[in-house]
């Protein structure tokens, strides 16, 4: 739901695209996106070693291409180039527009219309009944229950996902009614449900899936359980208004001061697409969207509004390359295609979730 890439340009080459019919990926390539010197562990050389030539020697690559690098090829993605479609045309990784895409290769047009349209619904749901965007938000974390439980079957783990769908219900809509404590009560219902229910699914992989099954109760459920506490004021619209727009500024701002000016990467292992340019831009609209929409939607005071943009911008940020570390270590580029120019649901929560608690703190400090 939130605008474009926070801090820079968001993860569009995460796990670059192989092209139908490319060869395998080199025996110095990990799983997944994972390339030598990243620190992960990365497969060994298949038996038998690379293919042979007539006269013994080894052969080329199927995907290299000529030039330097070990054993006189070079691997596009390695270098940080995109590789070559089977045609001879350009790839499409970092930096590579895609079908009316920006440089970054997100469809931005796309992008654009998907974003107002989600924010069309949360801005008709909050001010026409706004009990009823508890209605969009269930929907949303649903679906990213939903698809984390799918990228972790990637690896072979196993999470019960009926329990889990039920407890994140639960905590998003019962805390309307009955606050703090009923959120603490059902999502602590809920870890005593997830834990016996896999234990009657066998031994094997108990604690690993278990502890999975957790992680999904905790992020997304438990962390948007705050959304009803936040939306439960008399001005409760205009927080959700807040909470969403400031963290979409981070967005927004990020993306652009990073595609004009971004050069020094921030996190290069874990997101090589973010630079300090592009936080730099995220940060500036944080602080001038929060102190503008706190003064003007809660008769709050300038700085307190710049202090809840400041900690949105970290948090934004934050939450972002934790999402970009999951989706490495699963191997997965997002983690769905329900949202076009966006990804799955999760590649538009991650910033949200994480900024949502410390806003709901600081506006209910702040604003009496």
Request: hydrophobic share 45%.
């Amino acid at each position: 739901m939130d605008g474009t890439a926070a801090a820079g340009d968001r993860d569009s080459a995460e796990g670059t695209a192989r092209p139908s019919g490319a060869g395998p990926l080199p025996a110095t390539r990990g799983r997944g996106m994972n390339g030598p010197g990243d620190g992960l562990p990365h497969d060994p050389e298949p038996a038998g070693g690379p293919a042979s030539q007539p006269n013994g020697e080894p052969g080329p690559r199927p995907d290299a291409v000529p030039g330097p690098g070990p054993a006189g090829g070079r691997v596009p993605e390695a270098s940080g180039e995109p590789a070559p479609q089977p045609d001879g045309t350009p790839g499409t990784g970092p930096g590579a527009a895609v079908g009316g895409g920006s440089r970054t290769g997100r469809n931005l047009p796309a992008a654009i219309g998907v974003g107002a349209g989600l924010g069309a619904v949360v801005i008709a749901s909050l001010y026409l009944f706004k009990a009823a965007f508890l209605i969009v938000v269930l929907a949303a974390v649903g679906v990213g229950v939903h698809e984390l439980s799918k990228a972790f079957a990637v690896r072979g783990i196993r999470v019960p996902l009926v329990p889990l769908l039920g407890g994140m219900a639960a905590m998003v809509v019962g805390p309307w009614w009955g606050g703090t404590n009923f959120l603490l009560g059902a999502f602590a219902v809920t870890v005593m449900v997830l834990l016996a229910w896999r234990m009657f699914q066998g031994t094997e992989g108990y604690v690993r899936d278990a502890t999975a099954a957790l992680f999904i109760a905790v992020y997304p459920s438990l962390l948007a359980g705050f959304i009803p506490l936040l939306l439960a004021p008399d001005d409760g619209p205009d927080r959700v208004i807040i909470f969403v727009a400031v963290t979409v500024c981070s967005d927004i701002g990020g993306y652009f001061a990073g595609i004009l000016f971004g050069k020094h990467r921030m996190s290069p292992l874990i997101s090589p697409k973010k630079t300090w340019e592009g936080f730099a831009g995220s940060a500036l609209a944080c602080v001038v969207g929060g102190a503008l929409l706190v003064h003007f939607l809660l008769d709050g005071a300038y700085w307190q509004g710049a202090v809840v943009g400041a900690v949105v911008v970290v948090c934004a940020t934050l939450g972002d390359l934790i999402e970009s570390v999951i989706k490495r270590d699963l191997g997965i580029k997002d983690m769905g295609t329900l949202l076009p120019g966006h990804g799955g649901v999760m590649d538009r929560l991650d910033s949200l979730l994480f900024t949502l608690v410390p806003v709901w703190l600081l506006l209910t400090f702040f604003v009496r």
